[in-house]
């Protein structure tokens, strides 16, 4: 079954955004196979980020990361890399549709509350950054 890494970023943990992520994914009818709070290490968040390492905003964004606590997430269900992208929105905050998660969330680019997997290849990389086999379901 295809499955996609979904984190809350620091910004959405501080907002007290994490129950409302958590129920859109839920009602919607995804399985959560995996989950877990961390602080991220500067590693992990390069490693995560690490096709965007040459982008000017690369460094804010790792640190930005690293800054507060993650709500790390394996979702599971048919579509699920591509629906949760559209559930998720624009990656500007700004330009997401309402009823997204950074549409209805967020306003500012550098902190749009969630990351999801862009392709089913990549939510298996990520997955495995984030999580060992025997974390999963
Ligand atoms: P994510 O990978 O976090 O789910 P995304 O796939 O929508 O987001 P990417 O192109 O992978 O977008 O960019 C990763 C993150 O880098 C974005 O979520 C955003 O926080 C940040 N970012 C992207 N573009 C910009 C920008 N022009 N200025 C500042 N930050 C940016
Ligand atoms: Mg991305």
Redesign the pocket.
């Known amino acids: 079954m295809e499955r996609t890494f979904i984190?809350i970023?620091p910004d959405g943990t501080n907002r007290g955004l994490i129950g409302e992520i958590i129920a859109r994914f839920e009602k919607k009818g995804y399985k959560l196979v995996a989950m877990k709070a961390v602080k991220p290490s500067k590693e992990l968040a390069e490693t995560?980020?690490d096709?965007?390492k040459e982008?000017?905003?690369?460094g804010?964004?790792v640190e930005?990361i690293c800054s507060g606590l993650v709500i790390a997430m394996v979702w599971e269900g048919t579509g699920v890399v591509k629906t949760g992208?559209q559930m998720?929105g624009?990656?500007?905050p700004l330009e997401s549709a309402p009823g997204t998660i950074?549409g209805d969330l967020g306003i500012?680019?550098?902190?749009?509350v969630?990351?999801?997997?862009?392709a089913v290849e990549t939510a298996e990389r990520e997955i495995g950054i984030w999580f060992k086999p025997e974390e999963l379901v």
């Open positions: 984190a970023k995560h980020y096709a965007l982008k000017p905003f690369f804010p964004l930005f992208r998720i624009a990656t500007n950074r500012d680019v550098g902190r749009n969630i990351h999801g997997s862009d």
